[in-house]
């Protein structure tokens, strides 16, 4: 079993927010494709990473499912267009390997 995560910003990168209706799509497709889908949409994260000597910030939210299999084609295309919808360079999503108890 896999745990699938990725971050999504609450802003572009000219500091737009994102409608709440944009994480209610992405929630509903995980959901249609996954059957479940967690998503920490009202306690945002604060990221901080370096670019080009400086610090960056950004809040951003989690989402997670679970899933027997791994479709790393699926994924792939899956965060191709969440970078688009979010109109960001890249994207991390993440695969974890999850036993339940």
């Not at 709440?20 to 929630?27: L, S």
């Not at 889908?37 to 901080?48: D, E, I, K």
């Not at 499912?65 to 360079?89: H, I, P, T």
């Amino acid at each position: 079993m896999y745990l699938i995560q990725f971050l999504l910003p609450l802003r572009d990168n000219e500091g737009r927010p994102f409608l709440r209706a944009d994480f209610e799509r992405v929630r509903a497709e995980l959901i249609e494709r996954f059957g479940g889908v967690t998503a920490f949409l009202q306690s945002p994260a604060s990221g901080a990473w370096k670019e080009e000597g400086e610090t960056t910030h950004d809040e951003v939210v989690l989402f997670e499912v679970m899933s027997d299999a791994l479709d790393r084609a699926w994924w792939k295309g899956y965060r191709a267009e969440l970078e688009r919808r979010f109109r960001q360079e890249a994207l991390l999503v993440r695969a974890l390997g999850a036993e339940t108890l």
